[in-house]
């Protein structure tokens, strides 16, 4: 899945989708329990702001078509579920962020990167310092 535009001004799930759309996968994520129909959703979403059902429904056959939720019809009902969990959409999306800064503005972003590491915890220093070891160990 790729995400088209990657908003900087905002903050968590909103860099990446709508606020709606935000809403949505963070109550799939959180639950964690399989499939939800429609009006599953609608009704968690209306406990914290009335909702139109189509609306929802709208924005749940948008995510599918961004390949972030599948469906499944069962009978009448359409049932929907995450393609991935949270931490791997998360992890594949920084990937390509930072593969299209990389390809973009080349060794600047490494070096704007290590430089923004001065409060960063060990243990995160020491992987980056195994990453690099490996990679010039492949590179020979």
């Known amino acids: 899945m790729s995400i088209k535009r990657f908003k900087y001004n905002e903050e968590g799930l909103s860099r990446f989708f709508g606020p709606l759309e935000a809403r ?14 429609i009006k599953e959703v609608q009704q968690s ?20 078509d961004k390949g972030v939720l599948k469906k499944r019809v069962s009978g009448r009902v359409s049932l929907f579920s995450p393609i991935q969990t949270k931490e791997e959409f998360l992890e594949e999306q920084s990937k390509k962020l930072t593969e299209n800064l990389l390809d973009e503005f080349g060794g600047v972003v490494i070096s704007h990167m290590i430089d923004s590491l001065t409060d960063v915890d060990e243990t995160l220093l020491n992987k980056l310092e195994q990453k690099i070891q490996q990679l010039k160990k492949d590179k020979l």
């Open 24 to 37: 949505i996968m963070e109550l799939f994520w959180d639950r964690e329990q399989g499939e939800y129909s």
């Open 45 to 64: 979403l209306d406990s914290e702001k009335n909702i139109n059902f189509n609306t929802v429904m709208t924005v749940m056959n948008r995510l599918v």
